[in-house]
Nanobody
Framework: QVQLVESGGGLVQAGGSLRLSCTAS????????MGWFRQAPGKERDFVAA????????YYTDSVKGRFTISRDNAKNTVYLQMNSLKSEDTAIYYC???????????????????WGQGTQVTVSS
């Protein structure tokens, strides 16, 4: 049974930084793509960032490019999202996700991911 557990969310002032972590258990995920999504109140779950199984390829939604960085440590079964220069519009619940298929082409679509964490709240005050 795969479990994803996010941590690192919280309340931060605009312009501040947070680092989210997502640790997978139940299997190793060194051959699986990982992604971060977010959902603001009353809105759909949106793509934020994704990283390929190798760590070589990364994708970002336009609104976070240059501010957020996704990375992974396969030895620790953990994926990170470093968030800098946070804005009030970044306020949302952040979810990590895992693609169960190995070495697949990286996707930004939520339907490409099979396992999801419970989410961690990020609140940016202006």
């Amino acid at each position: 049974q795969v479990q994803l557990v996010e941590s690192g969310g919280g309340l931060v002032q605009a312009g501040g930084s947070l680092r989210l972590s997502c640790t997978a258990s139940g299997r190793t995920f060194s051959n699986n793509n990982m992604g971060w999504f977010r959902q603001a109140p009353g809105k759909e779950r949106d793509f934020v960032a994704a990283i390929s199984w190798s760590g070589i390829t990364t994708y970002y939604t336009d609104s976070v490019k240059g501010r957020f960085t996704i990375s992974r440590d396969n030895a620790k079964n953990t994926v990170y999202l470093q968030m800098n220069s946070l804005k009030s519009e970044d306020t949302a619940i952040y979810y990590c996700a895992l693609d169960k298929f190995v070495r697949r082409i990286l996707s930004v679509l939520p339907t490409a991911y099979d396992y999801w964490g419970q989410g961690t709240q990020v609140t940016v005050s202006s």
